[in-house]
């Protein structure tokens, strides 16, 4: 369903312990933030996950450096199989396996279409909340799945 996978990186437990690639024109790490971030033309694979942006910005814990955070700005593009997500910006927290899309966020998969103000997907949860505001109300356009009927075509 394409609420319930809102955020393609949705399979982020199959992909746990493979080891993650990252390749950017530019790395800037940084030892004292605990940061390293990857500058044009970003693209991060981990198993069937691809992300793609023009900025990514990974962000270690203080203890036993595990990754905390990872933040995509600037056409970011999350693919797996046939779901994709875009928007301006995308913030996955790591510790409360959680994925915010913003900034005229889009899932497709398939046909399937949501958008809205912000999409944010509970990875271990597998459930997604999509808000809207003012100027991005939540829509969704879904295309029943099944035989096509053709009630309308019969005499």
Excluded: C
Excluded at 8 to 16: H, I, Q, S, T, Y
Excluded at 52 to 68: H, S
Excluded at 107 to 125: P, S
Aim: no cysteine.
């Amino acid at each position: 369903m394409l609420l319930a996978s809102a955020a393609p990186a949705g399979a982020a437990e199959k992909n746990d312990g493979q080891p993650i690639t990252i390749r950017s024109n530019e790395l800037q790490a940084d030892t004292k933030s605990r940061t390293a971030t990857f500058i044009g033309k970003v693209v991060a694979k981990q198993g069937e996950i691809t992300i793609l942006a023009d900025r990514l910005v990974v962000r270690y814990a203080e203890k036993g450096g595990d990754l905390e955070k990872v933040e995509a700005s600037g056409n970011v593009r999350i693919v797996q199989k046939n779901r994709i997500g875009t928007a301006r910006y995308g913030v996955y927290q790591t510790r409360e396996g959680k994925i915010t899309l913003s900034g005229s966020p889009k899932v497709v998969q398939g046909k399937d279409m949501i958008t809205g103000r912000e999409i944010t997907y509970f990875v271990n949860e597998e459930r997604s909340v999509v808000t809207g505001g003012p100027e991005d109300r939540v829509e969704a356009v879904i295309y029943p799945k099944g035989k096509e009927r053709n009630d309308l075509q019969k005499p």
